[in-house]
């Protein structure tokens, strides 16, 4: 079996921000926190830590992307993606300043290498959580390939937690991603 992971990093760090928020008391809960637009923007998470738990030393790995926006010049991150062997793709943000391009362009590629080099028995891990993904993850259940759906579960909606597809949540992993 080979691991073919996609990671949205704009989505794990905003909602990261969120759950961090909620642990540090600048927010009741969750629901606040997602409501009111309450983060923590000092939190950030360790790639390198979440590479390790979504791509166990034992697995193959047939492709590993990283989306996101453009980063700032003296961002490590992408850098650090890189050399854990992830491609970096980025997507300038729009006029209004808000990320565009980045859940189709996931999409496409999932879609792209389940039909150029994934074989039976091969599995996609998703780190988002976004529903908009369901077609894409119903539609490699039908040719044979398991979903795996790694995030935060207050950002994960409801129906990538059930079968058939594979849900593990990040939040038991929350203070081992976070950077120190």
């Known amino acids: 079996m080979t691991l073919y992971v996609y990671v949205d990093n704009s ?15 600048l927010a009741k809960d969750i629901r606040e926190a997602m409501n009111k637009g309450i983060s923590d923007p000092s ?27 453009l980063p700032p010049d003296n961002d490590s991150l992408w850098e650090l ?36 080099y994934m074989k039976p028995g091969d599995k ?4 988002s959580g976004d529903r908009d993904y369901l077609p894409v993850i119903e539609n490699l259940r039908e040719r044979g390939f398991e979903t795996v759906v790694t995030f935060w579960e207050h950002a994960t909606g409801k129906e990538l937690k059930t079968a058939p597809v594979s849900f593990s949540p990040l939040d038991p992993l929350f203070d081992h991603l976070t950077r120190k």
């Open 11 to 25: 989505n794990v760090w905003i909602e990261g921000m969120r759950l961090s928020a909620v642990k540090n008391g």
């Open 43 to 69: 939190w950030t998470y360790d790639f390198g830590q979440l590479y390790k738990c979504i791509c166990p030393d034992t697995a193959q790995i047939g492709r590993s992307s990283l989306f996101g926006s």
């Open 81 to 116: 993606a890189k050399k854990e062997g992830f491609e970096v793709f980025t997507f300038a943000r729009n006029a209004a300043n808000k990320e565009k391009q980045v859940d189709v362009a996931i999409a496409t590629q999932i879609l792209s290498d389940s039909f150029q």
């Open 124 to 127: 996609v891990v998703l780190v």
